[in-house]
């Protein structure tokens, strides 16, 4: 495998993403200006189709940036995004909520398909 790394600060972490050898992708830094804990590669397949992985740092205190979700949406048709976002709602079976949570799941409610895929996946663990 082959790391990606990208340090947060001068205290140690960082984000990853380990990719595995032999698949071509470009590491992409037009979405910086959001926050310094995001990180994302891009992976062309297909003649013209193109996929982001992003990896999403969030501090403990900190706001997610719903403008970050709105640009992700609008500029990359295939996605996936993953990371620490200390968000926590009850949509998703936590016991309290915080903001973050509330910002995700706002996010998270505008697409009916995302939203489909949580409660499939509430229901599936609850059996």
Request: glycine content about 8%; charged content about 20%.
């Amino acid at each position: 495998m082959q790391p990606y790394l990208k340090p947060c600060n001068k205290y140690g972490g960082g984000l990853a993403i380990l990719v595995k050898e032999g698949i071509e992708l470009i590491q992409d830094f037009s979405f910086e200006e959001f926050s310094s804990g995001i990180f994302f590669i891009k992976l062309n397949y297909g003649k013209n189709d193109q996929f982001y992985v992003f990896s999403l740092r969030n501090s403990l205190n900190v706001l997610l940036n719903f403008d970050l979700f709105e640009k992700i949406n609008r500029k990359c048709k295939n996605f996936i995004l993953g990371g620490g976002l200390y968000a926590r709602t009850k949509q998703v079976c936590c016991l309290v909520e915080n903001q973050n949570g509330i910002i995700l799941y706002t996010k998270i409610g505008s697409c009916p398909e995302c939203d489909q895929v949580i409660n499939d996946h509430i229901f599936r663990d609850q059996k």
